[in-house]
């Protein structure tokens, strides 16, 4: 793998993870539970994103 596709796919983690992190801290700021359900859904996405691209750097 080179090193343009490592620093991609790092950026690419970092995003997930930062999107991850401002997901799970609207849902604790919020009372509305439809919003939370959603922002809940969001935040699980961006996790797995995230475990599927560390996944995908550990077995390369």
Known sequence: ????????LSELMRSEKLAYKKCCNYVSETDNEQ??????????GHKQRYE???NYLNKN
């Open 35 to 44: 919003l939370k359900c959603a922002l809940g859904n969001l935040a699980n």
């Open 1 to 8: 793998m080179t090193t343009k596709s490592l620093t991609e």
């Open 52 to 54: 599927t691209l560390n």
